[in-house]
């Protein structure tokens, strides 16, 4: 008998990944999130609402960025009158986010807008809520009900002690069931925290009581880098978890960086995988080639290609060969050549120098070879050759 339970081993998953939380679907305008969707990026503008020029041209600077869904706030009345305006000139579906006032809600829905936001802590109780609730069902349009730790009632701040994630699932809860209460089913629920801690174990609380999609992110996060990083922290567990629809990685300042940061977590937990996966060694003083270079050339002509490839580059035989095998198309280098895998046998033998163009051509084959297997809209849910296709459109 060893020291070690090694049977543990047996029965353990040999491809990792949990299935993503069963959740309804919820058409937002043209993007349906929830069920099998791919998870949506959306954001969120800084400019003043009614300034029409100035919203527009910042979410088009979004849409160019990539950014699905976007979300303006709406505290005045002249920012409610904007709303149509805003909504023929842009080509995402746009989100109302509505605070402290419910007529400000009403007002809203008076537009052709695809969502609004209620923040049930502080929209003045269930009744003024359920107001709005008949308003958005006699409409059609969807609503998110976005809980806050920074602004839960305060009946529940003293129920459980503090803004906890069972006093933030509690508030989603009664504020479903009002909404449910009304026949009203077109809800997208969020528990948002700047605390990465409270925020993931309320999502997954949340995940074990009820089936509505879930708009995730880490709220207030700060300035970038750091905030990028603290948004990983917080959205990768979830994502890993299976939890999440719709995602917003909250910067300070310019929404149109947290477009790629968004993507960026998608892909680095596989959730939603939109180009190739670039593995590169860190280097190390066993270097054979110089592989900064190739890399950087690598990524230049790979920019804007839609393929969940696996592409691993590393620097010397030690992984190379490894690695190379576990991805579609690899390189090991060695005394300034490269091998090339495929699918983990060895294809080629080139010079350093015409590695990157040996790449290229072995990616563009592979592309032409599984055509047919990729998904339609070149997003994917996992990648690699154990793993492709998983979805979708
Ligand atoms: Fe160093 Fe080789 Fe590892 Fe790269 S792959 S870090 S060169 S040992």
Redo the contacts with the bound molecule.
């Keep these: 008998m060893g020291r070690f339970q090694y049977s543990l081993l047996e029965q353990a998953a040999r491809v990792p990944g949990k299935p993503r939380h069963k959740t309804r679907e919820v058409r937002i305008g043209t993007v349906v999130i929830g069920g099998n969707n791919p998870i949506a990026v959306q954001s969120m503008t800084t400019t003043d609402t009614h300034d029409v020029e100035a919203t527009v041209q910042q979410i088009h600077a979004l849409e160019a960025a990539g950014c699905e869904l976007v979300r303006v706030t709406v505290p005045k009345p002249e920012d409610a009158h904007a709303l149509t305006r805003i909504r023929e000139r842009i080509g995402i579906p746009l989100i109302c986010d509505i605070h402290f006032d419910y007529k400000m809600a009403l007002a809203a829905l008076d537009h052709p807008i695809d969502k609004i936001r209620i923040n049930p802590g502080n929209i003045g109780g269930p009744e003024r809520f359920r107001q709005v609730v008949r308003k958005a069902k006699s409409r059609g349009i969807p609503m998110r009900i976005g809980v806050n730790a920074g602004s839960l009632e305060r009946e529940l701040c003293e129920k459980y002690g503090f803004p906890c994630p069972p006093a933030m699932v509690e508030s989603a809860l009664r504020y479903i069931e009002i909404a449910e209460e009304e026949g009203y089913y077109d809800i997208v629920v969020s528990l948002k925290s700047s605390d990465v801690l409270v925020a993931v174990e309320a999502y997954r609380l949340y995940a074990q009581l009820a089936d509505y999609p879930t708009h995730i992110g880490i709220t207030e996060a700060g300035k970038p880098p750091y905030a990028v990083t603290k948004s990983a922290a917080g959205l990768a567990p979830l994502l890993l978890d299976g939890i999440g629809d719709t995602i917003r990685v909250s910067l300070l300042g310019d929404p149109v960086p947290e477009i790629a940061a968004a993507f960026d977590i998608l892909q680095a937990t596989q959730r939603r995988v939109r180009r190739p996966e670039l593995i590169a060694?860190?280097?190390?003083?066993?270097?054979?080639i110089d592989?900064e270079k190739i890399v950087a050339e690598l990524e230049k002509r790979l920019a804007g290609k839609r393929l969940p490839i696996k592409i691993s580059v590393?620097?010397?035989?030690?992984?190379?060969p490894g690695?190379a095998r576990e991805a579609d198309i690899g390189i090991a280098?060695g005394n300034g050549k490269g091998m090339i895998f495929r699918n983990g046998e060895i294809i080629r033998r080139v010079e350093e120098a015409e590695i990157v163009d040996a790449l290229m051509e072995e990616i563009a084959r592979w592309e032409q070879d599984n055509q047919h297997r990729l998904p339609p809209q070149r997003d994917a849910e996992g990648l690699g050759r154990r793993r492709l296709p998983l979805i979708s459109s």
Excluded: K, M, Q, Y
């Design positions: 060694c860190p280097t190390c003083g066993r270097l054979a592989l590393l620097g010397c035989v030690v992984n190379g690695e280098a």
